[in-house]
């Protein structure tokens, strides 16, 4: 159980009174990653069949049970007024069939004993993959909840420190954030093989079974890259929903990401101002550096005037290119219902490079270009583009958790380089 999930909600008017934590300065350590997964394909072998035993078989009964009678009629007959040689016909009519019979019954022992044989080395094989896969599988979930754990762990990771602000431009999960958690298939792509005619149906059974069970994992953690749009509409019925996955992918960037690579704005009405008055906590809410803002500007803007002279920062940067160079801190601004000011349409439309936007609940106008949309309705999440869409359970943090993460953040600041200057400045990537 995490720190976060131990104490009750607190209140968010009361929260944010009394003196604020003393700071401290965090030097960042060497990332640790999580243990390599297998990636290697694992080609799965065919079922066994069954070989042409039967019909030599087969063959093989019918001319021993046909043979005794022809060797007897022919004594019968040339030897028909000997009661010796009658007795000879009878005896080798008699003996014909028990060796017929013995024969038969032993073959068919045989040909299903191989079957078996057959059966149990294919099961035991099967037995071997499944357990190789579970490995797999451990290792993957394993891997992905240490680079995407629950929101209910963020606190925990701030207390731990070794993954706090871990993440860099250089890094190649740079600005990716959880979502929510679905189904991810294996590392290892599982090749089924063509099933002959006349396979043992056991051993395709177990051969399917096999390759559903891991073909995909369930309620693996679902992540998207912030820097790869510049437009994402978070939208759906239940707003408490939408508001909770917001929070989330706030507070999984603020954790991993250090002030020097990400800076937040907020765009919202006064009405709801409460509801994001704990970005005062994070140091990702500063002012940009080498801009001329007032030095009691905030991160929060509640109108159309004061939002421009927050955004007026990033206006000169080129526009959104996913090939283009790239520009820090990225800045990730979000917009609480409010429409943009005409002035600032280009953020919908073409954006700017280090730019994310994303807006709550809002509506989808004619020629805006959408990078990403997040649709929740009841307890589901829908990641649509253009080309793909993925469902799944979206993430969720309330305000109560999402207060008590900011304040824990708010303690530490970027210690400052060799050379002087803080970690935390702006800079080109």
């Known amino acids: 159980m995490s ?78 007024d000997s009661s010796m040689g009658r007795a000879v016909g009878f005896v080798t009519l008699g003996v014909g069939i028990a060796v017929t019979c013995f024969a038969s019954v032993r073959g068919s022992a045989g040909e299903v004993t191989h079957a078996t044989q057959q059966r149990r080395a294919y099961l035991r094989y099967l037995t071997d993959v499944r357990r190789q896969l579970h490995r797999t599988a451990l290792k993957q979930r394993e891997a992905q909840l240490w680079l995407n754990p629950e929101p209910s762990e963020l606190r925990s990771v701030v207390s731990r420190r070794s993954q706090l602000w ?39 059974d177990g051969l399917a079974s096999l390759v559903y069970e891991y073909g995909t994992m369930a309620e693996m953690p679902m992540a998207v890259s912030l820097k790869a749009f510049h437009h994402i509409h978070v939208c759906g019925t239940d707003e408490q929903s939408i508001r909770n996955l917001v929070r989330s992918i706030v507070g999984q960037a603020v954790t991993f990401h250090g002030p020097d690579d990400l800076r937040l704005m907020i765009y919202g009405p006064v009405q709801q101002s409460h509801e994001w008055e704990w970005i005062d906590y994070l140091p990702h809410a500063q002012r940009l550096p080498g801009h001329q ?128 200057a803080s970690s935390a400045g702006g800079h080109d990537r």
Do not use: K
């Not at 990716?176 to 043992?200: F, K, Y």
């Not at 940067?317 to 005409?342: A, E, K, M, N, Y």
């Open 3 to 80: 720190i976060a999930t131990t104490d009750p909600d607190p209140d968010p008017s009361s929260t944010f009174s009394g003196a604020p934590s003393p700071t401290q300065a965090f030097v960042r350590q060497p990332r640790f990653l999580p243990a390599s997964v297998p990636t290697d394909p694992v080609p799965l072998r065919p079922p066994p069949v069954h070989t042409d035993r039967t019909w030599r078989h087969r063959w093989l009964s019918s001319a021993l049970l046909t043979s005794p009678g022809i060797a007897s009629s022919c004594l019968l007959l040339l030897f028909v």
């Open 166 to 204: 871990e993440r860099t431009a250089d890094d190649p999960d740079f600005l990716q954030v959880r979502v929510g958690s679905g189904e991810q298939r294996l590392a290892t792509d599982l090749e089924s093989p063509t099933i002959p005619a006349g396979a043992d149906a056991v051993c395709v």
């Open 293 to 420: 803002t007032p030095s009691n500007t905030t991160a929060f803007a509640d109108d159309a005037v004061s939002f421009t002279r927050l955004v007026a920062a990033v206006g000169d940067r080129p526009p959104f290119s996913r090939d283009g160079s790239r520009q820090l801190p990225h800045i990730l601004i979000v917009c609480d219902t409010l429409p943009l000011p005409d002035e600032l349409d280009w953020l919908a439309t073409e954006g700017r490079q280090g730019v994310t936007l994303v807006r709550l609940v809002p509506d989808t106008r004619e020629g805006v270009n959408i990078g990403l949309e997040m649709a929740v309705t009841d307890d589901e999440l829908t990641l649509g583009t253009q080309n793909v869409s993925y469902t799944g359970t979206p993430d969720s943090l309330t305000i109560g958790q999402v207060i008590r993460l900011a304040r824990d953040l708010s303690r530490f600041r970027l210690a400052e380089s060799e050379n002087g």
